[in-house]
């Protein structure tokens, strides 16, 4: 398995917009090839949200990236966004 951490650091007055982009939930990754879970971690302080998604591989996760539908999916994207992005991938190593 592989998992993406999306990292970003979000102003408080963004974080509303921020929400209402991800209200959805991934709903749309279900029918995405080796797609797993999907996350939208909201901080309990602080300005750090992190975007979750587990997958059945990298190879999976790096088509998805490279995908129509990938783009489909950031296409509303504002270019101008205070959002500050750390992308962070990983090998799963053991889970329960």
Do not use: C
């Not at 917009?17 to 797609?35: D, I, N, Q, T």
């Not at 587990?54 to 539908?69: G, L, P, Q, R």
């Not at 950031?74 to 053991?94: Q, T, W």
């Amino acid at each position: 398995m592989y998992v993406s951490m999306n990292r970003l650091r979000v102003p408080a007055d963004y974080q509303p917009h921020l929400e209402r982009a991800f209200a959805s939930g991934g709903e749309g990754m279900k029918e995405v090839p080796g797609f797993l879970e999907f996350l939208f971690l909201a901080p309990t302080e602080g300005d750090e949200y992190i975007v979750f998604t587990k997958w059945n591989s990298e190879e999976d996760f790096k088509k998805w990236t490279e995908s129509e539908a990938f783009k489909r999916a950031h296409a509303g994207s504002n270019p101008n966004s205070p959002v500050k992005s750390d992308l962070r991938n990983y090998i799963v190593k053991a889970h329960s």
